[in-house]
Nanobody, 124 residues
Framework: QVQLVESGGDLVHAGGSLRLSCATS????????MYWVRQAPGKELEWVAT????????YYGIRVKGRFAISRDNAKNTLYLHLNNLKSEDTAVYYC?????????????????RGQGTQVSVSS
């Protein structure tokens, strides 16, 4: 059974930093592309970042590029998102998502299952 458990969210001041983690189990983590997405209050899910199974390739949404960094530790079956220079508009619940296909980049779709999420709140 696939499990994705996010943690690390907190209340921080604008300009601050956080590191989110996603502990995974139930599938061969090192064989899957992974995504971070977020949902702000009253808004739709928004794709944030993507990382290939071997960490060689990363993609970022335009609103976070240059401030956020996605990484992974395949030995620990864990996905990370480093959030820097946080802004009030980064306030959202952050979720990790696995690609549905092994060793394949599908591209995130909102229908993909995600974890329970972790809340990031940024005060201005």
């Amino acid at each position: 059974q696939v499990q994705l458990v996010e943690s690390g969210g907190d209340l921080v001041h604008a300009g601050g930093s956080l590191r989110l983690s996603c502990a995974t189990s139930g599938f061969p983590f090192g064989n899957y592309w992974m995504y971070w997405v977020r949902q702000a209050p009253g808004k739709e899910l928004e794709w944030v970042a993507t990382i290939s199974s071997d960490s060689a390739t990363t993609y970022y949404g335009i609103r976070v590029k240059g401030r956020f960094a996605i990484s992974r530790d395949n030995a620990k079956n864990t996905l990370y998102l480093h959030l820097n220079n946080l802004k009030s508009e980064d306030t959202a619940v952050y979720y990790c998502v696995k690609d549905p296909k092994e060793e394949f980049y599908t591209g995130w779709e909102s229908r993909f299952p995600r974890g329970q999420g972790t809340q990031v709140s940024v005060s201005s």
